[in-house]
């Protein structure tokens, strides 16, 4: 184990324009798709430094250690993990102060603030090498803003191919405010940067995770490999890739995500047929998915889910925002090919796929549900289209009363002219709207929002100004696809073929209820077979 030092500021530099020669490259590939001018102005926006939280409080009883991360309670092992041990900025003290962690059932590590841990060797284990010793039992580690990087100049061969941290089943690793860069690893089960076993658990709080790798053909998660449990918090992950799937995460257990961001990842698996491959941001096989406040921005995969790939198990997203993510597959936002997914107050905002659903996929075998918002963005929405609001359209009633109970909805004729406002207001009122909504997605085949091929219940939710380049400029509901809509406005969109259904396309069953508006949409409102409530 090497000694070899540096203050963070000496860090190798990353070129600041690493990330925008990456997404223009990744959209560059795509050329042919109708929409994707909008992509390539797109410069993501850089990501915000981490909030000083490190513990400043007394060592005395444990504190410092954010939100709920109390010392071990118990035993005479707890008396010395509550202890924090201050670790300084050299490699051999972090290795030997978690082994005694480990050997004392426990432990409380605060890294030396501001340091880089430049780690330049790794241990050989059943699952890949590591550059720390594994996790195996209750450690809490202080990042203090501190760096744990795999040596820049190091070969990408073994024996310098690692990851940083593994943990093991009884394992529990709690760490703070600290990046974690430049992991690489070239094997199942995967994990540049973190290896949480089966019947381990990792709590991140505060953590940057950049530049790590899995990047071998066949091999998942470029930053985290999860087969136990998982908790992500406020944490950030950029520029990772997956040489299969989940450019940033993997996951096959339990994995919960609050108030984190996922930026210019990339999974580069190519499979359309189980398993299936993508999530250029997350993917999940197996066990659960929960995330909350959270957002999705230009993340890449080759296969499908340019943001999500729910391949199985369950997920259930809300009050999150994918924009901007890539598929090359389908599902240019969130793709759903197996399990049970629901969505709440869900953002999709220009993502783009070569197939199908440019916003949503989903597949036969799959159930998605889209649950009502609350009720502000009905009345708003419907305020724009009550007769009388806007004195030049024709209109005809949808229904006798909205929820709001102010009277029923009205909808403009197709005669009619356009609502008034430019595009840039329309989307804005859009984004205050606490449905899920679909804007300026697009799709090279069909389903410019939302391509289904499975179970797909959808309440409360605006689908506006979306492509497709054959059918369903808005929904294309496949063959073989159950389609319910409820309560929800779909509008100016776009479908390429003739008789495309701009609006919806239905080759499967549809129904939609009287509360639901389709209009304006080109080439006609509906197309394929006959939904009842949708007319033009």
Not at 198 to 209: D, I, Q, S, Y
Not at 239 to 260: E, I, K, M, Q, R
Not at 277 to 291: L, Q, Y
Not at 387 to 394: I, V, Y
Request: aromatic share 4%.
């Amino acid at each position: 184990m090497s000694n070899h030092l540096k203050q963070s500021g000496a860090a190798n530099p990353v070129p600041r324009n690493r990330r925008k020669k990456w997404l223009a490259a990744g959209i560059a590939g795509m050329a042919g798709v109708v929409g994707l001018g909008m992509m390539a102005a797109t410069n993501a926006s850089a990501v915000t430094r981490l909030d000083d939280s490190g513990g400043h409080q007394s060592q005395k009883d444990g504190s410092g250690r954010g939100e709920g991360w109390d010392g071990h309670e118990g035993g005479r092992p707890g008396e010395d993990a509550r202890r924090i041990t201050p670790v300084p900025c050299n490699v051999t003290a972090l290795f030997a102060a978690i082994n005694r962690a480990n050997q004392h059932l426990g432990g409380t590590l605060k890294l030396a603030r501001g340091c880089t841990y430049e780690l330049r060797t790794g241990t050989a284990t059943a699952t890949g090498s590591n550059a720390l010793p594994p996790i195996t039992t209750d450690i809490t580690i202080l990042g203090e803003h501190s760096v744990l990087e795999r040596a820049w100049d190091l070969a990408s061969a073994s024996p310098t191919l690692f990851r940083i941290f593994q943990v093991n089943a009884g394992g529990n690793l709690r760490l703070s405010d600290v990046t974690l860069r430049n992991g690489l690893v070239v094997a199942a089960p995967g994990g540049g940067a973190m290896l949480v076993q089966a019947g381990g658990r990792a709590e991140l709080k505060g953590v940057k995770l950049t530049q790590n790798n899995a990047s071998t053909t066949g091999v998942n998660g470029g930053a985290i490999t999860n087969l136990g449990t998982t908790v992500l918090k406020d944490t950030k992950f950029t520029l990772n890739n997956a040489g299969n799937s989940g450019g940033a995460v993997f996951n096959s257990g339990t994995l919960t995500v609050h108030d984190s961001h996922f930026e210019a990842n990339k999974a580069s698996g190519t499979n359309t047929q189980p398993p299936v491959s993508g999530g250029g941001a997350i993917a999940s096989t197996a066990g659960a998915v929960t995330i909350r406040k959270s957002t999705f921005v230009g993340n890449q995969t080759a296969g499908s889910g340019g943001g999500l790939l729910v391949a199985g198990g369950s997920a259930d997203v809300a009050d999150s925002t994918f924009r901007l993510n890539v598929a090359l597959t389908n599902g240019g936002g969130i793709a759903v090919t197996g399990g049970n997914v629901q969505l709440r107050d869900v953002k999709f905002v220009e993502n783009t796929t070569l197939g199908a659903g440019g916003g949503l996929y989903t597949f036969a075998g799959s159930t998605t549900t889209i649950l009502p918002g609350d009720d502000k963005w009905t009345s708003e929405l419907a305020e724009q289209y009550r007769g009388g609001s806007a004195p030049d359209h024709g209109t005809r009633a949808k229904g006798s009363e909205d929820k709001g109970g102010k009277g029923g909805m009205a909808e403009p004729q197709p005669d009619g002219p356009q609502p008034g406002g430019d595009g840039a207001e329309y989307e804005k009122k859009v984004d205050r709207y606490n449905g899920t909504t679909f804007f300026g997605n697009v799709a090279g085949t069909n389903g410019g929002a939302i391509n289904n091929g499975g179970v797909l219940t959808m309440s409360d939710s605006v689908v506006l100004r979306n492509q497709a380049a054959n059918t369903g400029g808005g929904i294309n509901n496949a063959a073989g696809g159950a389609l319910v809509v409820q309560r929800s406005v779909i509008t100016e969109n776009q479908a390429g073929a003739t008789n495309g259904g701009g609006g919806i396309f239905n080759a499967g069953n549809a129904s939609i209820d009287v509360k639901t508006l389709v209009f304006r949409n080109n080439p006609n409102n509906c197309g394929g077979i006959a939904i009842t409530n949708c007319q033009g």
